[in-house]
Protein backbone atom coordinates (compact mmCIF):
# COMPACT_ATOMS: atom_id res chain seq x y z
CA UNK A 1 0.00 0.00 0.00
CA UNK A 2 1.48 3.79 -0.99
CA UNK A 3 0.12 6.59 0.87
CA UNK A 4 0.57 10.01 -0.85
CA UNK A 5 0.54 13.19 0.73
CA UNK A 6 0.23 16.61 -1.14
CA UNK A 7 -1.30 19.92 -0.94
CA UNK A 8 1.33 21.50 1.24
CA UNK A 9 2.76 24.80 0.90
CA UNK A 10 3.51 28.02 2.36
CA UNK A 11 0.47 30.19 3.62
CA UNK A 12 0.12 33.15 6.43
CA UNK A 13 -1.16 33.33 9.41
CA UNK A 14 -4.96 33.15 9.54
CA UNK A 15 -4.88 31.60 5.86
CA UNK A 16 -5.84 28.05 5.15
CA UNK A 17 -5.16 25.05 3.44
CA UNK A 18 -6.28 21.66 2.07
CA UNK A 19 -4.22 18.36 2.44
CA UNK A 20 -5.22 15.40 0.70
CA UNK A 21 -3.80 11.98 0.57
CA UNK A 22 -4.44 9.07 -1.84
CA UNK A 23 -4.19 5.55 -1.06
CA UNK A 24 -3.29 3.05 -3.16
CA UNK A 25 -2.60 -0.75 -3.44
CA UNK A 26 -5.79 -1.73 -0.87
CA UNK A 27 -9.06 -0.72 -0.83
CA UNK A 28 -8.70 2.54 2.07
CA UNK A 29 -12.17 2.11 2.90
CA UNK A 30 -11.84 -0.92 5.82
CA UNK A 31 -9.79 1.11 7.74
CA UNK A 32 -9.24 3.77 9.77
CA UNK A 33 -7.11 6.59 8.79
CA UNK A 34 -5.14 9.70 10.35
CA UNK A 35 -3.06 12.39 9.98
CA UNK A 36 -0.33 13.19 12.15
CA UNK A 37 2.65 15.82 12.08
CA UNK A 38 6.31 16.26 13.10
CA UNK A 39 7.72 20.11 13.73
CA UNK A 40 11.09 20.19 13.67
CA UNK A 41 13.09 19.06 16.41
CA UNK A 42 9.82 17.98 17.62
CA UNK A 43 8.34 14.09 17.86
CA UNK A 44 5.36 13.29 15.95
CA UNK A 45 2.11 14.20 16.72
CA UNK A 46 -1.59 13.07 16.15
CA UNK A 47 -4.23 15.55 14.68
CA UNK A 48 -6.83 13.92 13.24
CA UNK A 49 -8.37 10.85 12.70
CA UNK A 50 -11.29 9.03 10.61
CA UNK A 51 -13.18 5.96 11.42
CA UNK A 52 -13.78 3.73 8.21
CA UNK A 53 -17.25 4.51 8.10
CA UNK A 54 -16.87 8.16 8.40
CA UNK A 55 -18.69 7.97 11.49
CA UNK A 56 -16.37 9.12 14.17
CA UNK A 57 -13.51 12.07 14.25
CA UNK A 58 -11.12 12.77 16.95
CA UNK A 59 -8.79 15.74 16.95
CA UNK A 60 -5.94 17.08 18.81
CA UNK A 61 -6.73 20.00 21.26
CA UNK A 62 -4.48 22.39 19.42
CA UNK A 63 -6.56 21.93 16.48
CA UNK A 64 -10.25 21.21 17.07
CA UNK A 65 -12.17 23.74 15.92
CA UNK A 66 -10.05 24.91 13.04
CA UNK A 67 -9.46 21.83 11.44
CA UNK A 68 -11.86 19.00 9.95
CA UNK A 69 -10.37 15.69 8.69
CA UNK A 70 -12.88 13.90 5.87
CA UNK A 71 -12.53 11.00 3.26
CA UNK A 72 -13.93 9.93 0.09
CA UNK A 73 -14.07 6.03 0.08
CA UNK A 74 -15.07 5.80 -3.79
CA UNK A 75 -11.61 7.53 -4.85
CA UNK A 76 -9.40 6.36 -1.69
CA UNK A 77 -8.77 9.82 -0.56
CA UNK A 78 -8.58 11.44 2.60
CA UNK A 79 -8.36 15.06 3.36
CA UNK A 80 -7.45 17.22 5.92
CA UNK A 81 -8.99 20.95 5.69
CA UNK A 82 -7.00 23.49 7.74
CA UNK A 83 -8.19 26.80 8.32
CA UNK A 84 -6.89 29.83 10.54
CA UNK A 85 -3.70 28.63 10.45
CA UNK A 86 -0.99 29.98 13.09
CA UNK A 87 2.72 29.34 12.70
CA UNK A 88 2.91 26.55 15.37
CA UNK A 89 0.90 24.40 12.89
CA UNK A 90 4.32 24.59 10.58
CA UNK A 91 5.21 21.12 10.65
CA UNK A 92 5.23 17.93 8.00
CA UNK A 93 2.20 16.29 7.76
CA UNK A 94 2.01 12.89 7.18
CA UNK A 95 -1.34 10.61 6.59
CA UNK A 96 -1.62 7.23 7.74
CA UNK A 97 -3.37 4.14 6.95
CA UNK A 98 -4.29 1.63 10.20
CA UNK A 99 -3.03 -1.41 10.50
CA UNK A 100 -5.94 -3.62 11.11
CA UNK A 101 -8.40 -4.12 8.88
CA UNK A 102 -11.77 -2.60 10.02
CA UNK A 103 -10.51 -0.56 12.66
CA UNK A 104 -11.47 2.93 14.02
CA UNK A 105 -9.76 6.10 14.55
CA UNK A 106 -7.09 5.92 16.62
CA UNK A 107 -4.68 8.63 18.45
CA UNK A 108 -2.19 6.06 18.60
CA UNK A 109 0.91 6.37 15.96
CA UNK A 110 1.71 2.94 16.30
CA UNK A 111 -1.32 2.03 14.92
CA UNK A 112 -0.67 3.04 12.03
CA UNK A 113 1.33 2.58 8.66
CA UNK A 114 3.00 5.59 7.20
CA UNK A 115 3.31 7.70 3.78
CA UNK A 116 5.22 10.40 2.69
CA UNK A 117 4.60 13.99 4.20
CA UNK A 118 3.64 17.30 2.68
CA UNK A 119 5.79 20.00 4.25
CA UNK A 120 3.48 23.24 5.39
CA UNK A 121 4.92 26.45 6.51
CA UNK A 122 2.80 29.21 8.17
CA UNK A 123 4.11 32.24 8.22
CA UNK A 124 3.75 34.82 11.06
Known amino acids: VQLQASGGGLVQTGGSLTLSCVVS????????MGWFRQAPGKEREFVAAISRGDDTSLYADSVKGRFTISRDNAVNTLYLQMSSLKPDDTAVYYCARRYSKWSGASRNAGDYLWGQGTLVTVSS
Open 25 to 32: GRTSSDYG
